[in-house]
């Protein structure tokens, strides 16, 4: 389904964090949400899925405005990843399986955990399936919270900075794994993140934010060092590498 961002306006009190912002994505898209530290790229996402109420503006999922549902039904669009995951003695299982919420009616059923059952297996964690969380790595806590986020049957996946604290084998594994659920689910991804080679390597567009606005929106054919220059303030090159562009500082 396509996500469409229209006009959003968002303020801490009477600090502006977010102003006019406009962008679409197509079903079947990832998108990276870059800029500096304090841009709004987090503000951005808890928008997106009114964790935040902006003070204007409008997100459609087709033609279905989320800010004019209820907050269950705005899970069903929307399954959210956040930065940080408070420790838990729940089990992979049972976190999972709190992403069927929003459609449980009066209580769990079989098509419920045959749902995170499957999810299980299709992110790779059954081995995981009866570990506490509390006992596991940063890499499997992330693909963790992703699959509870996939069990919530979204349209969207907003995935805010899902490489952070992770090494570098993690960070390849998490973004791969996203990058496959959007390619063969049909899901939409917003991700916000810092790295710039990551992003490139794995998304179809870029979202650059600057002083509260939308600084430009570009895919991987037209990205240009020129807008990294503007946004971060940093001279770089643009080189390709095996198959890969990668973002060099100059």
């Not at 841009?39 to 109420?53: P, Q």
């Not at 503006?57 to 929307?78: C, T």
């Amino acid at each position: 389904m396509k996500l469409t961002v229209a006009n959003i306006h968002f303020s801490y009190n009477s600090h502006s964090v977010l102003k006019d912002v406009n962008f679409s994505l197509d079903q079947g898209q990832m998108m990276c949400v870059l800029g500096v530290n304090g841009a709004g790229k987090s503000t951005l996402l808890k928008c997106l899925n009114r964790i935040l109420k902006s003070s204007q503006g409008a997100v459609l999922v087709e033609e279905e405005d989320l800010f004019l549902m209820s907050q269950k039904n705005v899970a069903r669009h929307m399954g959210y990843v956040p930065q940080r995951h408070p420790e838990s003695l729940l089990t992979v299982f049972e976190t999972v399986l709190m992403g069927r919420k929003p459609h449980i009616r009066w209580t769990l059923d079989k098509n419920d955990y045959a749902r995170v059952e499957e999810i299980i297996e299709q992110i790779g964690i059954r081995h995981l399936a009866m570990r506490p969380v509390s006992e596991l790595s940063g890499g499997e806590v992330q693909k963790v919270i992703i699959a509870r986020a996939l069990a919530q049957s979204p349209d969207i996946l907003l995935l805010d900075e899902p490489t952070s604290n992770l090494d570098l084998k993690n960070q390849l594994e998490v973004m791969g794994l996203i990058r496959r659920i959007v390619e063969t689910q049909g899901l939409s991804a917003v991700v916000a993140i810092h790295d710039l080679n990551i992003a490139i390597r794995f998304a179809d567009r870029f979202l650059f934010l600057k002083e509260q606005r939308i600084h430009a929106v570009s895919t991987k054919k037209d990205l240009s060092s020129e807008v990294i220059r503007q946004v971060y303030g940093v001279d770089v090159a643009l080189k390709d590498f095996e198959g890969h562009t990668i973002v060099v500082p100059v």
